[in-house]
């Protein structure tokens, strides 16, 4: 039991550290941050003091502790999936403008060029 | 064309994806048809020389650094059109399916309708024959569109099509860039904002070269995804109205035709 709290402990204390690290670095932007610092901090808090998982899924009425764990857990990451195909589907879409954009300028400017040269 | 309809401003756009084998020869073909509309092949991030053959065929060309599919092709042709104050933009496929010599009837049709399609099918003389699963999608699409834009739509999924008018702004700002997108889909916005639609009966010529996707199972494909497709379009929001006109910018730059 204790070598198990251990290392849940570590694990949770090595998830914070690499998320406050990767926001020191600017390698996440800040919009996701505060989330991410969040989720890391209640990892550490219901690692470090089992019993709350347990007392706070029988004041919800779940069974068995783990399930109510999973629930949320799952029931986060798919809000989490689906906040990221948002935010491809609208980058792809920014990045097609730009290539299209792009095409017509540099169409542009080599009309511009043999304009140039013509004269 | 320029008799009949001079206030039209014409572009010919051909979308082109690694085809250098029958992009010069289309490119060739479309300017003896229409010798005063300039031709711009869009090369859809080819790999192969597509570009540099269209440009020696007397194209200008819109070289897209990656694929971004025909809907994407057409928007940044249509984006140009409208930059350099071109009322009207006409899709001609590279691989040479369409007759460039039908342009100018689609041209003149441009002034009752926005949209004007080249349809296969409206009348019997046709030798493009299309059959199974996507026959079917084709018969649907035309009736569900015929209804929306009530006048008769034989060939919905047709890329031989002259956006003008009202269309050409909407398109350049909202043209799909999704599967099927560029015909279904865009029909469907262009409705919305308000456009008319008219088809002209065209023949659709064997194509040059590639493969036409004529396999059952591609075909039961793309039965559900011209449906999930049409559906997505008829759900989806548009912010199209109240239309703005964009301003056309004023590019310093007088069109050139590279081999002029």
């Given at each position: 039991m204790t070598s198990t709290y251990l290392v849940a402990l570590v694990g949770s204390v090595i998830i914070l550290?690499?998320?406050?690290?990767?926001?020191?670095?600017?390698?996440?932007?800040e919009k996701y941050s505060v989330l991410w610092l969040v989720v890391g901090i209640l990892l550490l808090v219901f690692t470090a003091f089992p019993g709350l998982l347990t007392s706070l899924s029988?004041?919800?009425?779940?069974?068995?502790?783990?399930?109510?764990?999973f629930f949320v857990g799952i029931l986060f990451l798919v809000g989490v999936v689906l906040h990221l195909s948002w935010e491809v589907s609208r980058?792809?879409?920014e990045t097609r403008k730009l290539a299209e954009d792009l095409a017509i300028l540099q169409l542009e400017v080599s009309q511009q060029k043999r304009e140039n040269v013509a004269e | 064309m320029s008799s009949k309809t001079p206030d039209v401003r014409a572009l010919i756009v051909v979308p082109a994806w690694n085809e250098q084998l029958t992009v010069g020869d289309t490119v060739r073909e479309i300017r003896a048809a229409t010798p005063d509309l300039p031709v711009l092949v869009v090369s859809d991030g080819s790999t192969d020389r597509?570009?540099?053959?269209?440009?020696?065929?007397?194209?200008?060309?819109?070289?897209?650094?990656?694929n971004l599919g025909v809907?994407?092709?057409m928007r940044a042709g249509f984006r140009y059109a409208v930059r350099h104050g071109y009322t009207a933009a006409v899709q001609v496929d590279a691989d040479g399916q369409h007759?460039?010599?039908?342009?100018?009837?689609?041209?003149?049709k441009l002034d009752e309708a926005d949209i004007v399609i080249g349809a296969r099918f409206s009348d019997g003389t046709d030798d493009y024959k299309v059959r199974g699963p996507r026959k079917w999608a084709m018969v649907v699409l035309s009736k569900v569109l015929s209804t929306l834009a009530k006048t008769k739509l034989t060939d919905a999924t047709s890329g031989f099509k002259v956006t003008g008018g009202r269309a050409l702004p909407v398109f350049?700002?909202?043209?799909?860039?999704?599967?099927?997108?560029?015909?279904?889909?865009?029909?469907?916005?262009?409705?919305?904002?308000?456009?008319?639609?008219?088809?002209?009966?065209?023949r659709m010529r064997p194509r040059r070269g590639g493969t036409p996707s004529h396999r059952p199972i591609k075909s039961a494909i793309y039965l559900f995804r011209a449906g999930f497709a049409l559906v997505l379009a008829l759900i989806r929001r548009?912010?199209?109205?109240?239309?703005?006109?964009?301003?056309?910018v004023r590019a310093p730059i007088k069109e050139g035709i590279s081999s002029d």
């Open positions: 550290a690499g998320i406050v690290e990767l926001l020191r670095r600017r390698q996440l932007a029988a004041a919800l009425g779940v069974a068995v502790p783990t399930n109510l764990m980058l792809e879409n | 597509t570009a540099h053959v269209a440009r020696e065929a007397g194209a200008m060309v819109l070289e897209l650094p990656f809907g994407g092709a007759d460039p010599n039908e342009v100018p009837r689609l041209l003149e350049a700002e909202h043209y799909p860039v999704e599967y099927l997108g560029d015909t279904v889909e865009s029909l469907v916005i262009a409705l919305r904002a308000g456009c008319r639609v008219a088809q002209v009966p065209s548009w912010d199209v109205s109240p239309l703005v006109e964009p301003v056309p």
